[in-house]
């Protein structure tokens, strides 16, 4: 099932920003260790190579298009990856805009990426698997100068979590349990 989410004011998304902030900073302030979170996704294979995928109280399907053997149901993994990253985007560009007390009018995030499939299947061992090159295009209109949304997007650059991901090596731990 889609969830829509509602349009909010300004004014709504200034309080609930101030809530978060202080909240946080107030739980951080009376423990450090509070400031750390985890998270978990868990998926089941359905479909031809597609996924249902758990995190927290929430459910989506992920596969991938016919020419890559799948259903064409949902967005590919790598579709979601850049989903993530966009959407963080806007989460952290609503965030610091508020901060800085920079006025957004518009917000448009667009990502665009190549990807060889040789990686993928192993044709040539040299090409990368995943994206060779990631384009973010930020569109945002507003009464403030220009100076003004290039000190957002420093702001932005260097905060977003997902943009961390992408852009700095993060060390993953796979563990492999066969049963028998």
Not at 43 to 59: C, L
Not at 69 to 78: C, L, T
Request: aromatic share 6%; proline share 4%; with cysteine.
């Amino acid at each position: 099932m889609t969830q829509t989410l509602a349009e909010t004011s300004i004014s709504n998304r200034a309080e609930r920003l101030d809530s978060a902030g202080s909240a946080w900073a107030e739980r951080i302030g009376q423990n450090t260790a509070s400031a750390s979170l985890q998270f978990r996704a868990t998926a089941d294979p359905v479909g031809s190579v597609g996924s249902t995928i758990r995190a927290g109280r929430h459910e989506f399907t992920v596969d991938e298009p016919a020419a890559l053997a799948g259903d064409d149901v949902a967005a590919s993994p790598v579709e979601y990856a850049l989903g993530a990253l966009i959407s963080c985007q806007v989460v952290v560009y609503r965030l610091y805009a508020h901060q800085l007390g920079i006025s957004i009018d518009s917000l448009d995030i667009s990502a665009d990426a190549d990807l060889d499939v040789r990686g993928l299947f192993g044709i040539e061992e040299q090409v990368r698997p995943g994206f060779g090159d990631v384009r973010l295009t930020v569109e945002v209109s507003g009464p403030d100068a220009e100076e003004r949304y290039a000190e957002l997007q420093a702001a932005v650059d260097a905060h977003c979590p997902v943009l961390d991901i992408f852009t700095n090596p993060t060390p993953v731990t796979t563990t492999l349990r066969v049963n028998s």
